[in-house]
C-alpha cells in the first residue's frame, strides 16, 4: 500500500526540457539535497518575498547550506506591483552581481508573484539560467509554478511582457500553506476549480462534497493539488506555447485579468486568484447569454465560488470600476487576440469549456454593462 506521507510526483512530459512536480510534507528540508542531487556544484539565488522569507526563508537556505550548494537571497516587496520592470532589473542585477553561471540556478520560493518574475529573470540572464520552483501559495503550488509562462504586468495590461521557460524542478512543500493566509488559500482554490470546469466535471463535483477538507489539510488537499498538477503538466505537455489548448487555461482570465488591470494591481482589492473566481463566473454567464449553456450551471459555479467565500460578482470589489470602455480596453489587449478579434474560453456546461474565436466585443461590452451593477 503506497505511504499517504510519501511525496506525490507529477511529470511535466516536454522532451529535453521535462520536469518533475514533488508535492509532499518536508520538501523545503530536502530542497538542498534534491537540488544537488541534480546538478552537483550548482550556486543558487533565491528570489523571495517579505511573508514568506519570515516563515521560510531561514530553512531553505539551510538546507542548501546542508548539501553545500551556495544561496544568494534576494527578499521584495510582497503583492502584485512587484511584477514590474524595476522589480525585473532588481533581480537581474542580483543574480549578475552573485556572479551566478548561466549553469546556474534562480530559486523562487514565493507564490505566483515571485514565480512569474524570477522565472522572467531566469529566462533572460546570460540568455537563459537554470530556473526551480518552490512554490509556497496554494495558487503557486497548483498552477503558476508548473508550465514555464513567466512575466510582469504592464500598464496596457496583465502579464503582457514575459517568455516562456520552464523550471527544472518544483518543490511544493505542502507544510508551507499552514502560513498562507485564508484570503491567499481561498484565491488559490479559485484555479483548482478551474481544472474542474475546463473538462472534469467529476473533480468539479468532487470539489463541491470536499472543499472543506482541502481547507482544512490532510490527505483531500494533497489530492485536489496533485489532480490540478496532472491536469496543468497534461495540458502543458501536448501544447507548451500555447499555439491551441493550452488557451484552457485561461477560463475565467480574460475577464480576470481585465478586473487586475482595472483595479491597478492593488492586491489589497483585488488579487489574481479572485479575478480568475469573478471571471469564471462571468464566463459561464456569459455562455448562457450566448445560449450555449444553461444559466444553471453558471448559478452551481457562483454558488459553489460563493460558499467557500471567494468573490464572485464584479460589485464584490470594493471602490469601485473604471467605465466599461476602460474594461474594453484591457479585454482588447488580451493575449489571445487574433487580428483584433476577441478569443474567449466559453462553456457548454459544467467541464465543457472550449476556445470561442471571433466574440463579438459589442455583445461583451452589452453583458458588462449588464452585470457590473448586479
Ligand atoms: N505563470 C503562470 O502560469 C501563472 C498561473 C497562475 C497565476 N499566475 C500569477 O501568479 C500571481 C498570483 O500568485 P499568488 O496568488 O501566489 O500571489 P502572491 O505571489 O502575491 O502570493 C500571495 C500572498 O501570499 C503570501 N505568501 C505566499 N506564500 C506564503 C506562505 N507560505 N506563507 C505566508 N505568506 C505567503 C505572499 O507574500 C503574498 O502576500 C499573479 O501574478 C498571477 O498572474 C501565473
Ligand atoms: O498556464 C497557463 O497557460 C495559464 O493560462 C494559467 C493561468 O492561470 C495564469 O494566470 C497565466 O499566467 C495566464 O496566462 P496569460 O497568458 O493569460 O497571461
Ligand atoms: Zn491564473
Given at each position: 500500500m503506497t505511504d499517504p506521507t510519501s511525496p506525490r510526483t507529477v511529470r511535466v512530459d516536454l522532451g529535453e526540457r521535462s520536469y518533475d512536480i514533488v508535492i509532499g510534507s518536508g520538501l523545503i528540508a530536502r530542497a538542498g539535497a534534491e537540488i544537488a542531487a541534480r546538478r552537483p556544484g550548482i550556486r543558487c539565488a533565491v528570489i523571495t518575498d517579505r511573508n514568506v522569507a519570515a516563515a521560510h526563508l531561514d530553512s531553505l537556505v539551510a538546507s542548501l547550506a546542508d548539501a553545500g550548494v551556495e544561496a544568494a537571497p534576494l527578499v521584495l516587496e510582497p503583492g502584485e506591483k512587484t511584477k514590474r520592470f524595476d522589480e525585473l532589473v532588481r533581480v537581474c542585477d542580483h543574480v549578475l552581481g552573485a556572479r551566478l553561471e548561466r549553469g546556474d540556478a534562480v530559486v523562487a520560493l514565493g507564490g505566483g508573484v515571485i514565480g512569474d518574475l524570477a522565472g522572467f529573470a531566469a529566462g533572460i540572464v546570460r540568455r537563459g539560467m537554470r530556473f526551480v520552483q518552490v512554490p509556497?501559495?496554494?495558487?503557486?503550488?497548483?498552477?503558476?509554478?508548473?508550465?514555464?509562462?513567466?512575466?510582469?504586468?504592464?500598464?496596457?495590461?496583465?502579464?503582457?511582457?514575459?517568455?516562456?521557460h520552464q523550471p527544472e524542478l518544483v518543490l511544493a512543500d505542502t507544510d508551507v500553506l499552514d502560513t498562507l493566509p485564508i484570503r491567499e488559500f481561498r484565491a488559490g482554490y479559485a484555479e483548482v476549480a478551474k481544472y474542474g470546469l475546463i473538462d472534469r466535471p467529476g473533480f468539479f463535483a468532487w470539489l463541491e462534497a470536499n472543499w472543506r477538507e482541502v481547507f482544512s489539510g490532510g490527505p483531500a488537499r494533497i489530492e485536489a493539488i496533485a489532480t490540478a498538477c496532472q491536469?496543468?503538466?497534461?495540458?502543458?505537455?501536448?501544447?507548451?506555447?500555447?499555439?491551441?489548448?493550452?488557451?484552457?487555461?485561461?477560463?475565467?482570465?480574460?475577464?480576470?485579468?481585465?478586473?487586475?488591470?482595472?483595479?491597478?494591481?492593488?492586491?489589497?482589492?483585488?488579487?489574481?486568484?479572485?479575478?480568475?473566481?469573478?471571471?469564471?463566473?462571468?464566463?459561464?454567464?456569459?455562455?448562457?447569454?450566448?445560449?450555449?449553456?444553461?444559466?444553471?450551471?453558471?448559478?452551481?459555479?457562483?454558488?459553489?465560488?460563493?460558499?467557500?467565500?471567494?468573490?464572485?460578482?464584479?460589485?464584490?470589489?470594493?471602490?469601485?470600476?473604471?467605465?466599461?470602455?476602460?474594461?474594453?480596453?484591457?479585454?482588447a489587449q488580451d493575449k489571445k487576440v487574433r487580428r483584433g478579434a476577441l478569443t474567449f474560453i466559453l462553456?457548454?456546461?459544467?467541464?465543457?469549456?472550449?476556445?470561442?474565436?471571433?466574440?463579438?466585443?459589442?455583445?461583451?461590452?452589452?453583458f458588462l454593462e449588464d452585470k457590473r451593477a448586479s
Open positions: 509556497t501559495s496554494l495558487l503557486a503550488q497548483v498552477d503558476s509554478s508548473v508550465g514555464g509562462k513567466t512575466g510582469i504586468n504592464s500598464g496596457h495590461g496583465k502579464n503582457l511582457i514575459g517568455v516562456f491536469a496543468k503538466a497534461e495540458v502543458v505537455a501536448a501544447d507548451e506555447r500555447e499555439s491551441g489548448a493550452r488557451a484552457l487555461l485561461n477560463l475565467g482570465h480574460t475577464f480576470g485579468h481585465a478586473l487586475e488591470a482595472a483595479t491597478n494591481y492593488d492586491s489589497a482589492r483585488l488579487v489574481h486568484g479572485e479575478g480568475v473566481a469573478i471571471g469564471m463566473v462571468l464566463a459561464h454567464e456569459f455562455s448562457a447569454r450566448m445560449n450555449l449553456a444553461s444559466p444553471d450551471d453558471a448559478a452551481r459555479v457562483a454558488h459553489h465560488l460563493r460558499e467557500v467565500g471567494l468573490p464572485t460578482r464584479m460589485s464584490d470589489i470594493e471602490g469601485g470600476l473604471p467605465p466599461t470602455d476602460i474594461l474594453m480596453t484591457h479585454v462553456t457548454r456546461g459544467i467541464g465543457q469549456s472550449f476556445i470561442a474565436d471571433d466574440v463579438p466585443g459589442d455583445e461583451v461590452f452589452r
